[in-house]
């Protein structure tokens, strides 16, 4: 997680991937931490980190507590490392992973990772999630963007990652803010290949009716 607004965008990711049986170590950057604190009133700390997932886990995208249950089981497949612990095991190539999703993305992060720099444990993950070819998501959560960060973006995706705008679409019958939300989660499941059912798929029309161009 990185410090661009959209906290309940990566809340929604972890639930997703924890409802799959996926194993997730999260980082949390200092920048996200003061967001994931105005979005949501959560003070994510290093010495009561559980606790703290545990609660902003089970609000959903309204504020509203007990909206998802998290069981222990979940939870005990979270490792969290602190963004400044560069010798993490993350750092290094060597380290198992599938790939990395950077959700919600701000434009400072894209610019850290398209640049190559390590200045924190999520950039130097993320570089070594280019280097050895793993799958990279990047969702993006900014607007408008800049010429230089349109820039940026092109190079990740040069790189080899998958640029990924959080942009909700309304397609799916959406009706409440989770909805959408959930909606940008599922996508990012899907560029990971992680399999969910947090929206409604597009199975297209009969009859010849019109249908979106895009997805």
């Known amino acids: 997680m990185s410090g ?49 997932l545990r609660v902003w886990l089970e609000r959903g995208a309204d504020g509203k507590p007990d909206a998802f249950a998290v069981g222990e089981a979940e939870l005990e497949r979270v490792r969290h490392w602190p963004a400044g612990d560069l010798a993490a095991g993350p750092s290094s190539g060597s380290y198992p992973a599938r790939g990395m999703l950077i959700v919600p993305a701000s434009t400072a992060c894209v610019a850290g990772v398209a640049l190559g720099l390590s200045k924190d444990l999520l950039q130097r993950a993320a570089s070594v999630t280019l280097k050895e070819r793993r799958p990279l998501v990047v969702a993006v959560r900014e607007t408008p963007l800049s010429g230089q960060t349109l820039k940026q973006m092109v190079a990740l995706d040069e790189a080899g ?55």
Request: aromatic content about 8%; cysteine-free; hydrophobic content about 45%.
């Open 4 to 52: 661009a607004s959209g906290t309940p965008f990566a809340a929604a990711v972890l639930r997703g991937l924890l409802a799959a049986g996926e194993s997730v170590d999260l980082v949390v950057s200092r920048a996200s931490r003061l967001t994931l604190l105005d979005e949501t009133g959560i003070a994510f700390r290093d010495g009561h980190w559980r606790e703290d």
């Open 161 to 215: 990652a998958i640029v990924l705008p959080a942009s909700p679409a309304f397609y799916a019958g959406a009706t409440h803010i989770q909805d959408l939300v959930d909606f940008v989660a599922g996508r990012v499941l899907d560029a990971a290949g992680v399999p969910h059912r947090l929206y409604r798929r597009w199975e297209g029309e009969l009859g010849g009716g019109s249908r979106p161009e895009t997805r």
